[in-house]
């Protein structure tokens, strides 16, 4: 079993930028891919991106692209989403995700199913 807690939310102003972890516990995150969503209120929850176990590989969707990045310390059990040039848009709860499953189409990651475990979220809200 994998408890995942976000943290790093809060208010922000257009333009600025935070910086969500993920921690996790109960078992070692180095042999999980990991995922960061997003769900904004009365909207369904969407996918944010994803990195492989390494860190080495990552996706994003097209929405945050280029200013989101996605980040993981293995040694710290710690996954991030740095963010960037934040617009009101992206106000949302940030949640991230595990999965101990592993699919050579990266699209394969963009849904919810594909996760096993997740986090309670995080509110992040961006002023204009």
């Known amino acids: 079993q994998v408890q995942l807690i976000e943290s790093g939310g809060g208010l922000v102003q257009a333009g600025g930028s935070l910086r969500l972890s993920c921690a996790a516990s109960?078992?070692?995150?180095?042999?999980?891919?990991m995922g960061w969503f997003r769900q904004a209120p009365g909207k369904e929850r969407e996918f944010v991106g994803t990195?492989?176990?390494?860190?080495?590989?990552?996706y994003y969707a097209d929405s945050v692209k280029g200013r989101f990045t996605i980040s993981r310390d293995n040694a710290k059990n710690t996954m991030y989403l740095q963010m960037n040039s934040l617009k009101p848009e992206d106000t949302a709860v940030y949640y991230c995700?595990?999965?101990?499953?592993?699919?050579?189409?990266?699209?394969?990651?963009?849904?919810?199913?594909?996760?096993?475990?997740w986090g309670q979220g995080t509110q992040v809200t961006v002023s204009s």
């Open positions: 995700a595990a999965t101990g499953s592993y699919y050579t189409n990266y699209s394969n990651y963009q849904k919810r199913g594909a996760y096993d475990y």
């Open positions: 109960g078992r070692t995150l180095s042999s999980y891919a």
């Open positions: 990195i492989n176990w390494s860190g080495g590989s990552t």
